[in-house]
């Protein structure tokens, strides 16, 4: 009996993120692998890092908000040299997809190349962006159980990103919207964006969505205290 309801519970999982992967557009970016160039990081948590507590695999559709991870995107974001808004943004960008540690498992295992955590890594990004940090010796495999080393991860992402960027550009673009826009996009994209170019329609989406949700990263930092 016990066999049938994981049995259940695993297809199910599959069903849910199949909806949500066959639906996303720019807002963080569907498994695809087409929609950005996925280029991410990720960490390694101490013992003193504030608990987080997971959903159920039972319960897709839990708690999503990223305001729950506040402290260790302030943290996190500190170590890494980073605006804790934009790490709190982004999250929220990313929010859109289940981000249950079976469920992204058993995603993974129909689509090799799926992202993983709360902030929607792909392996080959995670590999590169962990050389030389104090999370090297952590795997990729980590990111769905470990949302405090998605955020360590995706902080030093975005500082490597800003480390690419062109010491003035002639567009509109703050230079934290360029790093999202590197971030959804990658690298390469983010300097053609700054040089000028216009972003694509889902590059354009996510742009929107993190500017919708930088008032919302700004009270959730506000309000962990």
Same mark, same amino acid.
């Not at 990313?94 to 992204?104: I, V």
């Not at 689509?111 to 590999?127: I, L, T």
């Not at 509109?172 to 694509?200: C, D, H, I, Q, W």
């Given at each position: 009996?016990?066999?049938?309801?994981?049995?259940?519970?695993?297809?199910?999982?599959?069903a849910?993120?199949?909806?949500?992967? @066959?639906? $996303?557009?720019?807002?963080? !970016?569907?498994?695809?692998?087409?929609?950005?160039?996925?280029?991410a990081a990720?960490?390694?948590?101490?013992?003193?890092?504030?608990?987080i507590?997971? &959903? %159920?695999?039972?319960?897709? !559709?839990?708690?999503?908000d990223?305001?729950?991870y506040? =402290?260790?995107?302030?943290?996190?974001?500190?170590e890494?040299?980073?605006?804790?808004?934009?790490?709190?943004a982004?999250l929220?960008?990313? #929010? *859109?997809?289940?981000?249950d =540690?079976e469920?992204?498992?058993?995603?993974?295992?129909?689509?090799p190349?799926?992202?993983? !955590?709360?902030a929607?890594?792909?392996?080959?990004? *995670?590999?590169?962006?962990?050389?030389?940090r104090?999370? $090297?010796?952590? %795997?990729?495999?980590?990111?769905?159980?470990? =949302? $405090?080393? #998605?955020?360590r991860?995706e902080?030093?992402?975005?500082r490597?990103? $800003? #480390?690419?960027? =062109?010491?003035?550009?002639p +567009? %509109? *673009?703050? &230079?934290?919207?360029?790093?999202?826009? @590197?971030?959804?996009?990658?690298? +390469?994209?983010?300097?053609?964006? #700054?040089?000028?170019?216009?972003? @694509?329609?889902?590059a354009?989406s996510?742009?929107a969505?993190?500017?919708?949700n930088?008032?919302?990263?700004?009270?959730?930092?506000?309000?962990? !205290?």
């Amino acid at each position: 009996m016990r066999k049938h309801r994981r049995l259940r519970s695993s297809l199910a999982a599959v069903a849910v993120l199949a909806a949500v992967a @066959g639906g $996303a557009t720019a807002c963080g !970016g569907g498994d695809d692998g087409k929609s950005r160039d996925r280029t991410a990081a990720s960490g390694r948590p101490s013992p003193a890092d504030t608990p987080i507590d997971q &959903k %159920s695999p039972e319960k897709p !559709g839990g708690d999503q908000d990223p305001a729950r991870y506040a =402290p260790q995107v302030k943290r996190y974001a500190k170590e890494a040299g980073v605006s804790a808004q934009l790490v709190m943004a982004i999250l929220y960008n990313e #929010a *859109y997809k289940p981000h249950d =540690p079976e469920f992204e498992k058993s995603w993974q295992k129909m689509k090799p190349d799926s992202a993983f !955590g709360v902030a929607n890594m792909h392996r080959a990004a *995670y590999d590169e962006t962990k050389q030389g940090r104090p999370f $090297a010796d952590r %795997s990729w495999f980590d990111l769905p159980d470990d =949302p $405090a080393l #998605a955020i360590r991860a995706e902080s030093w992402h975005l500082r490597d990103l $800003a #480390a690419q960027l =062109p010491g003035s550009w002639p +567009g %509109s *673009y703050t &230079k934290e919207e360029l790093m999202a826009l @590197g971030y959804n996009a990658g690298a +390469g994209n983010m300097a053609a964006f #700054a040089r000028g170019v216009k972003p @694509g329609p889902q590059a354009g989406s996510y742009l929107a969505n993190l500017r919708g949700n930088w008032p919302k990263a700004a009270a959730a930092l506000r309000g962990s !205290g």
